[in-house]
């Protein structure tokens, strides 16, 4: 179910029986980008059939489809709306297969995160997390190198975000996986001697534009600088819980909680600009 939390919070029914993964609003063109489905499919729906099924204000806009999909693509497992100058970049990560623009296959590790970054505004990069670390492919030549594999943990590796550091050209990032995050450039060199420790072990982790960064345990919420890792603020939870983030909205960011069984929650949480939070 897709719940519009916007305004007053005020929930609104738009499309039930279908089961969604990830979405983005990009408003400049009309449209919600998703995951969604039982098959798992990038779907695009317009803004204003979305608006309209609240309103019924434009029978043209209620005849016509509300969605379509994109490239027919199934199995999608992550993406990232990237934009740089004037061109909007969406890169996706597949079962089996990676990215409808150009196409990585047979790759030695399967992506689960994805991301891309543009060095010195010249050459594209696609940054991948999977369950041994992370990698990156140079998008002209193809080929794929890693650039940060945990040599200190022997089990798999839970990759959360990908984070391309401001001011940097493009070329350094922190990676955040497990309860740690690393800083490194695109070409696998530590460009700081910090490692960023989560309280506890996050189910979900975000970069929200304030240039901090957000780790959702079960005990806890906290939010961290980018550039240094360190605490800004935390907020406990009344009982233990696991929350998956949603997405970032004016001062607001939304997320749901994990339950098992399909049921789940909603919740919205505000940040002044002294990162302090209300929910």
């Known amino acids: 179910m897709l719940l519009d939390r916007s305004g007053q919070g005020k929930v609104y029914n738009l499309i039930t029986r279908r089961r ?58 992550h993406y990232k709306v990237v934009k740089y100058e004037r061109i909007k970049f969406l890169v996706i990560a597949l079962k089996n297969s990676f990215m409808a623009f150009k196409s990585f296959t047979e790759l030695q590790h399967r992506p689960q995160l994805v ?4 060095e010195e505004g010249q ?14 492919i140079d998008v002209d030549s193809g080929n794929p190198y890693d650039i940060y594999i945990p040599s200190h943990i022997q089990s798999q590796v839970t990759p959360h975000a990908i984070v391309v550091l401001p001011k940097t050209d493009g070329m350094e990032m922190l990676l ?63 009982r233990a819980q696991r929350l998956k983030f949603l997405c970032e909205r004016n001062d607001k960011v939304f997320f749901a909680s994990v339950r098992s069984g399909g049921s789940s929650q909603v919740f919205f949480m505000t940040l002044n600009r002294n990162s302090m939070m209300n929910w």
């Open 20 to 77: 969604f993964l990830q979405m983005d609003v990009l408003e400049g063109l009309n449209v919600l980008v998703t995951i969604s489905g039982k098959k798992n499919k990038l779907r695009v729906y317009y803004l204003s059939w979305l608006r309209n099924r609240i309103l019924h204000n434009d029978p043209e806009v209620e005849k016509k489809q509300g969605w379509i999909t994109v490239g027919e693509l199934e199995g999608c497992v």
């Open 115 to 118: 991301d891309l970054t543009v």
């Open 123 to 136: 050459r594209l990069k696609v940054i991948y997390g999977s369950s041994v670390g992370f990698h990156v």
């Open 176 to 238: 955040c996986y497990e309860d740690e995050g690393v800083y490194v450039n695109t070409y696998g060199r530590i460009t700081k001697d910090v490692v960023l420790q989560w309280g506890e072990m996050p189910t979900s982790v975000a970069y929200i534009h304030s240039n901090q960064i957000m780790g959702w345990g079960e005990k806890a919420i906290e939010i961290r600088s980018v550039e240094t890792g360190h605490l800004d603020g935390v907020f406990m939870h009344k």
